[in-house]
C-alpha cells in the first residue's frame, strides 16, 4: 500500500493539513470550487504557458485526466496562472490538439496558488483525500503516465491509506522503514 509513495518521492506526503478551499473562474467561463470534489480523489497541478516544464507535462495529465474519466474514483484539476484565458486555450490547443479533459481554473493573481498553496515555482501538483485532505504533493515536471500514479491514487483514496510521511522527499516516523524495503525488494 505505501509502494507508490516510497516509489514516486514526493517532496511532501502526510495526512495532517486540510487542503485551503477555493474558488475560481474557468477557462470554459464556468465556477471551480475544490470543495465540489468532496468525495473523489483529486490530483491538482498549477501551471502557466511560461514554463517549460508546465508544458511538457500537459499531455501527461491529459492522459492521467482520462483515466480519471474513466475510472471515475478521482479527477486533475489544473489551476493556470497566465495574465489571459485565450493565453491558456493557446497553449493548450497547441499541446492537445483540441480542448483539455479536465477543468482548467484562472488565477492570474496568483491568489490561490501563492496565496493558500504557497507555491512559488511550476509546475506544482497536489494529490488531495476524498476528505480534502492532502496526502502528498510533487514538485516540478513528473511522469504523470508512470503506473504507480494510479497506485497512488488507489492508496489514497483507500480505507486505510499509507501511514509513511516524507519530507524532502525523505521517509520520517512511524513506518518509514518500509521505504528502504519496499525499494529494495
Request: charged share 25%; hydrophobic share 35%; aromatic share 8%.
Amino acid at each position: 500500500m505505501c509502494t507508490p509513495i516510497c516509489h514516486l518521492q514526493p517532496e511532501y506526503a502526510a495526512s495532517n493539513r486540510l487542503a485551503p478551499d477555493f474558488q475560481l473562474p474557468t477557462m470554459d467561463g464556468g465556477v471551480l470550487r475544490l470543495s465540489d470534489y468532496r468525495g473523489q480523489v483529486v490530483v491538482l497541478n498549477f501551471w502557466t504557458r511560461t514554463c517549460p516544464p508546465c508544458r511538457e507535462e500537459i499531455p501527461d495529465l491529459a492522459e492521467l485526466a482520462q483515466t480519471g474519466r474513466e475510472r471515475g474514483d478521482f479527477v486533475v484539476l489544473t489551476v493556470n496562472t497566465d495574465d489571459s484565458r485565450e493565453s491558456a486555450q493557446e497553449i493548450l490547443q497547441a499541446l492537445l490538439g483540441g480542448p483539455p479533459p479536465f477543468p482548467v481554473a484562472l488565477d492570474p493573481e496568483r491568489e490561490v496558488v501563492t496565496g493558500k498553496y504557497g507555491t512559488r515555482l511550476l509546475p506544482e501538483t497536489w494529490f488531495i483525500d476524498k476528505k480534502g485532505v492532502i496526502r502528498t504533493r510533487f514538485d516540478g515536471k513528473r511522469s504523470w503516465t508512470d503506473p504507480m500514479v494510479t497506485n497512488l491514487v488507489d492508496a489514497i483514496g483507500g480505507i486505510q491509506p499509507c501511514r509513511i510521511e516524507l519530507l524532502n522527499r525523505k521517509p520520517i516516523g512511524g513506518p518509514a522503514w518500509i521505504c528502504g524495503a519496499e525499494l529494495e525488494g
